[in-house]
């Protein structure tokens, strides 16, 4: 087996305010190739070196296997940034960045497998719960067409989701996440046409039937739990995070970037605007300076609400505690929420910009669409999180999806 890695020299090290500068110092670039992004209906190669470059895919990686192994909040951080340029961009790394936490829970033999050979490797997912699962002496048996796996031409590994069959007739079926390498999977470019997020390369995988081993598996309610096997040899306060927390905020936080863009657009777009027909000028319509002002106020209050939520639950790691349950379900709802509060703030620019927000051209069309789009993950429906927040309350046990 692969043993971990030597960490990189300390001064070749980057901080968090040196990663977050580099995501920022990128925006202009992103910006101006947000068209192929979207055109292509994938990230570009070059900001894809350009994220390598940077350290950004190292951020939530161990420091065993050349990582940063760095507070959340940096990761998070860096997304917003890069999603303020383009969204699709700041989607992808946020689903592709994200993994390394995931890799880290998972068996040491695993992980040796996906960073042995580079620990520059990377890594998508879909955790669709679609694929046929046989269970067979030493592991699984897999088959399936899997959706929505964010960034896959650009990785080596996919993680899928599949319910294992029960052991015993009538009991309950166990999800799992199989990881399998980029020889198991065929990857299907000619699926993913969409109105927002276009960028993202979110292709189908398909499998026919390979063979995963145990090792290569990790239990939902490991995860949930916070009992990973990962856990024994990386043993950092940041790997006893429930993994769904981590995760939902990473399909949620690009948003924020989203959002960025659009408000700045409507400024923009405002500054100069005339209404042929009225001749009122947009910077002196007061319902659209109150609907600029209320996104940017609400923006920065989910961000502070985001920041708050992981420097809590870091400070719980830290002293070895248990996150509440209490805590889980508050916070994976405020995730979920977020993604539908800017998307409406965005309308409430839109509807006040006129014709000149229609064009194609728009500065604010391809943010509001993305944030849309958005809105579709399943992590992003706050329905399907109002019953574990009003149990919580009441003392009931919620279910683990998603905590």
Same mark, same amino acid.
């Given at each position: 087996?692969?043993?971990?890695?030597?960490?990189p020299?300390?001064?070749?090290?980057?901080s968090?305010?040196?990663?977050?500068?580099?995501?920022?110092?990128?925006?202009?670039?992103?910006?101006?190739?947000?068209?192929?992004?979207?055109?292509?209906r994938?990230?570009?190669?070059?900001?894809?070196?350009?994220?390598?470059?940077?350290?950004?895919?190292?951020?939530?990686?161990?420091?065993?296997w050349?990582?940063?192994?760095?507070?959340?909040?940096?990761?998070?951080?860096v997304?917003k940034?890069?999603?303020?340029?383009?969204?699709?961009?700041g989607?992808?790394?946020?689903?592709?960045?994200?993994?390394?936490?995931?890799?880290?829970?998972?068996?040491?033999?695993?992980?040796?497998?996906?960073? %042995?050979?580079?620990? =520059?490797?990377?890594?998508?997912s879909?955790?669709?719960?679609?694929?046929? *699962?046989? &269970?067979?002496? /030493?592991?699984?048996?897999?088959?399936?067409?899997w959706?929505?796996?964010t960034?896959?031409?650009?990785?080596?590994?996919v993680?899928?989701?599949?319910?294992?069959?029960?052991?015993i007739a009538?009991?309950?079926?166990?999800?799992?996440?199989?990881l399998?390498?980029?020889?198991?999977?065929?990857?299907?470019?000619?699926?993913?046409?969409?109105?927002?997020?276009?960028?993202?390369?979110?292709?189908?995988?398909?499998?026919?039937?390979?063979f995963?081993?145990e090792?290569?598996?990790?239990?939902?309610?490991?995860?949930?739990?916070?009992?990973?096997?990962?856990?024994?040899?990386?043993?950092?306060?940041?790997?006893?995070?429930?993994w769904?927390?981590?995760?939902?905020?990473?399909?949620?936080?690009?948003?924020? %970037?989203?959002?960025? =863009?659009?408000?700045?657009?409507?400024?923009?777009?405002?500054?100069?605007? *005339?209404? &042929?027909?009225? /001749?009122?000028?947009?910077?002196?319509?007061p319902?659209?300076?109150?609907?600029?002002?209320?996104?940017?106020?609400?923006?920065t209050?989910?961000?502070?609400?985001?920041?708050?939520?992981?420097?809590?639950?870091?400070d719980?790691?830290?002293?070895g505690?248990?996150?509440?349950?209490?805590?889980?379900?508050l916070?994976?709802?405020?995730?979920?929420?977020?993604?539908r509060?800017?998307?409406?703030?965005?309308?409430?620019?839109?509807?006040?910009?006129?014709g000149?927000?229609?064009?194609?051209?728009s500065?604010?069309?391809?943010?509001?669409l993305?944030?849309?789009?958005?809105?579709?993950?399943?992590?992003?429906?706050?329905?399907?999180?109002?019953?574990?927040?009003?149990g919580?309350?009441?003392?009931?046990?919620?279910?683990?999806?998603?905590?």
């Amino acid at each position: 087996m692969a043993s971990a890695v030597a960490m990189p020299r300390a001064d070749a090290l980057r901080s968090a305010s040196e990663l977050v500068a580099l995501a920022r110092a990128m925006i202009p670039t992103l910006q101006k190739r947000a068209h192929q992004c979207v055109a292509d209906r994938d990230v570009p190669a070059a900001s894809i070196a350009e994220m390598h470059e940077a350290g950004f895919f190292r951020i939530l990686q161990p420091k065993r296997w050349g990582g940063y192994e760095m507070h959340p909040n940096v990761f998070y951080d860096v997304q917003k940034a890069l999603a303020e340029g383009c969204m699709s961009t700041g989607w992808m790394y946020g689903v592709v960045g994200c993994h390394p936490y995931e890799i880290a829970l998972f068996h040491e033999q695993a992980q040796a497998e996906v960073w %042995g050979d580079d620990t =520059a490797t990377l890594v998508s997912s879909s955790y669709q719960p679609v694929g046929k *699962v046989t &269970t067979v002496e /030493g592991g699984f048996r897999l088959s399936g067409r899997w959706g929505f796996s964010t960034g896959s031409v650009h990785c080596q590994w996919v993680v899928l989701g599949a319910l294992v069959p029960p052991a015993i007739a009538g009991g309950a079926p166990e999800m799992r996440a199989f990881l399998l390498p980029r020889s198991d999977y065929v990857i299907d470019t000619d699926c993913w046409h969409v109105f927002g997020l276009q960028g993202t390369g979110s292709h189908d995988v398909i499998v026919d039937d390979v063979f995963v081993p145990e090792h290569r598996t990790h239990r939902s309610v490991d995860g949930f739990l916070c009992t990973n096997p990962g856990q024994e040899t990386n043993t950092g306060p940041l790997y006893t995070l429930p993994w769904a927390q981590v995760f939902m905020r990473s399909v949620s936080t690009a948003a924020f %970037g989203g959002a960025r =863009a659009a408000i700045n657009a409507a400024r923009e777009i405002g500054a100069s605007r *005339v209404s &042929t027909n009225t /001749g009122k000028a947009s910077k002196d319509d007061p319902f659209l300076m109150a609907a600029i002002a209320r996104a940017h106020a609400e923006v920065t209050e989910m961000e502070t609400t985001l920041r708050v939520t992981f420097e809590d639950l870091m400070d719980i790691a830290e002293l070895g505690q248990p996150i509440p349950m209490e805590k889980r379900t508050l916070y994976a709802y405020n995730s979920a929420s977020v993604v539908r509060r800017m998307a409406d703030l965005v309308d409430d620019m839109v509807k006040l910009l006129g014709g000149r927000a229609i064009y194609n051209s728009s500065p604010i069309l391809q943010p509001w669409l993305d944030l849309h789009a958005g809105r579709a993950h399943v992590a992003n429906d706050p329905a399907n999180r109002t019953g574990d927040v009003v149990g919580a309350m009441s003392g009931q046990a919620p279910g683990f999806t998603f905590l």
